[in-house]
């Protein structure tokens, strides 16, 4: 089914006059990436060694200090993201190191996880280029026609506990540990790499702290960052009204303002988040630094362009959503479907 009556505001876009107008907003600047770089990497270290002293008198101490510095590791992984973009810095040599060092810090093969994002940013709310680097979603027909373990498997991946629990487990220990065996040399190497300077820190600060310490200190972080960065990209692409398309309909300008949504956050949600909030911004034009992503705000408002605004509270409900019903062009849950099975298994 074709998408121009459920969007039709972004029909009458200029596309020319959208990139012209957000390329303004995609010059680094040298000296806001570098403070970004300080104000997000010093108290995320600072922090960690306070967890550790905080932990020699009472552990109960320690978790709202883990927990401030999961939200710096967000902010840590916002910087290793903009720099996979080519973004953080205009130098391409300064966004490879930096990308490194942060994807470091946030267990995160840099180079073999900038080519599955990559990916994602060329193939988003295509239904026919799903499987690179987003969450895992099957249009209603798919369902109903799928057997009982194919059902099952879904239903258990889709299942918020396995989701937002089960899953920072699975990309720590296996996504971003193992090679796929599509991957070239470079991004092999990618993971290698991280993996041993991981392997490193964390013998030295093991030896320094004891190990136990050590792990429960990193793995608190670890878990609750991804977790949260989870939740961000989850909601960022399942909301109310998002558009998805077949690839002879689909439209990288609708995919980017109605396939990603406005997450508008708290000033200090926002602050730890490196304003990825604006999520269709960012997909518009992928070159634009984190901190400038706020300013272009204005200027898609004076293009008139449709931008899917929720809040802390109604993104909730997507954690409703299931599957994507073609016909009638929008997310549904597993309550909808069921019925629907049930009036076929009787029909």
């Not at 008198?57 to 510095?69: D, E, K, N």
């Not at 099957?138 to 889709?158: F, G, I, K, P």
């Not at 190497?189 to 820190?201: D, E, K």
Request: aromatic share 14%.
């Amino acid at each position: 089914m074709a998408q121009t009556d459920t969007h039709p505001a972004t029909e009458s876009v200029d596309p020319r006059l959208i990139q012209k107008t957000l390329s303004t907003f995609q010059k680094p600047e040298s000296l806001k990436s570098v403070w970004q770089l300080i104000n997000s990497i010093v108290p995320f270290v600072l922090l960690w060694f306070v967890a550790y002293e905080l932990l020699q008198v009472s552990i109960w101490l320690v978790f709202p200090v883990t927990v401030l510095a999961a939200g710096f590791m967000i902010r840590i992984f916002i910087i290793f993201h903009d720099c996979g973009h080519g973004s953080f810095f205009r130098s391409k040599k300064a966004n490879d190191v930096w990308g490194v060092i942060t994807g470091i810090l946030t267990f995160t093969p840099y180079h073999y996880w900038r080519a599955s994002h990559a990916k994602h940013h060329a193939t988003s709310a295509n239904l026919d280029k799903r499987g690179h680097g987003d969450v895992w979603m099957m249009t209603v027909d798919e369902y109903m026609n799928a057997s009982r373990l194919e059902r099952l498997q879904y239903r258990l991946y889709r299942n918020p506990l396995v989701m937002f629990v089960l899953g920072p487990l699975f990309i720590l220990l296996i996504t971003h540990r193992f090679v796929r065996r599509s991957a070239n040399r470079s991004q092999k190497m990618s993971v290698y790499w991280t993996n041993l300077a991981i392997l490193g820190i964390g013998v030295g600060l093991s030896l320094l702290m004891g190990f136990w310490n050590y792990l429960l200190i990193q793995f608190s972080i670890l878990f609750m960052g991804v977790m949260a960065g989870i939740w961000l990209f989850y909601v960022q692409h399942q909301f109310e009204d998002v558009y998805w398309a077949r690839e002879g309909e689909w439209d990288f300008v609708t995919a980017s303002l109605d396939g990603g949504s406005f997450y508008k956050l708290p000033a200090v949600l926002r602050w730890f988040t490196g304003s990825i909030g604006y999520h269709h911004i960012h997909h518009l034009n992928s070159r634009i630094p984190n901190y400038n992503l706020p300013h272009c705000q204005r200027a898609i408002e004076d293009l008139n362009q449709p931008t899917k605004s929720i809040g802390l509270w109604k993104s909730l409900k997507a954690l409703g959503y299931r599957l994507w019903d073609e016909e009638k062009q929008t997310l549904v849950g597993f309550g909808e479907v069921n019925r629907r099975i049930r009036r076929k298994a009787a029909a």
